[in-house]
C-alpha cells in the first residue's frame, strides 16, 4: 500500500493541476473557445476523479489517525484544502462567466434573427423566447 505522505503529495500536485487548468478555462471562456472550454472540461472531469479516488484511498489508509497527529501530513492536508478552496472558487466564477456569455450569445442570436425579419419572436408562459415562422401569417379569418 502506498505511504500516506505519496497519497497526500499526489493530492496535492491534483490540485495544484486542477488550479492551473482553471486558469485555462478562464481564458478559454473569455475568448470564447468552444472547442477550448470542451477539451478542459474533460480534463476538469479527468482530475476531479482524480481527487476523488486519491481522497478515498486516503480516508481507507490503515495510518489515516496520523494526518491528525503528524505534523507534516497535517501541514499537506491545509495546503490541499487550500488550493482546493480556491478551486472551486475559481470554477464558481468561471460557471458564472460560461453562463454570462451563454446568454449573450443567446441575446444576439435573437437580435440577429429579429433583424432578418424572417423568424417572429414571442414568448413561452416561462418567459422564455420563442421563435415562431408564422407569426401572424397564418389566420383563418
Do not use: W
Not at 476523488?52 to 497527529?69: F, G, K, T, W, Y
Not at 492536508?77 to 468561471?94: L, R, T, Y
Request: proline share 1%; hydrophobic share 40%; aromatic share 2%.
Amino acid at each position: 500500500m502506498a505511504a500516506l505522505q505519496d497519497l497526500l503529495e499526489f493530492q496535492l500536485k491534483s490540485a495544484q493541476s486542477l488550479s492551473e487548468l482553471l486558469v485555462q478555462e478562464k481564458l478559454a471562456i473569455t475568448q470564447r473557445n468552444s472547442s477550448q472550454i470542451e477539451a478542459v472540461a474533460k480534463q476538469k472531469i479527468t482530475l476531479i476523479n482524480q481527487l476523488n479516488e486519491a481522497d478515498q484511498r486516503i480516508a481507507n489508509h490503515p495510518h489515516v489517525s496520523s494526518l491528525q497527529e503528524d505534523e507534516a501530513l497535517k501541514s499537506l492536508v491545509e495546503q490541499i484544502k487550500s488550493v482546493i478552496i480556491d478551486c472551486q472558487q475559481a470554477n464558481q466564477i468561471n460557471g458564472e462567466a460560461l453562463s454570462r456569455a451563454q446568454v449573450s450569445f443567446h441575446k444576439l442570436k435573437n437580435l440577429m434573427q429579429q433583424s432578418q425579419g424572417k423568424i417572429g419572436m414571442t414568448y413561452t408562459a416561462e418567459g422564455q423566447t420563442r421563435s415562431i415562422s408564422t407569426l401572424g401569417t397564418d389566420i383563418k379569418a
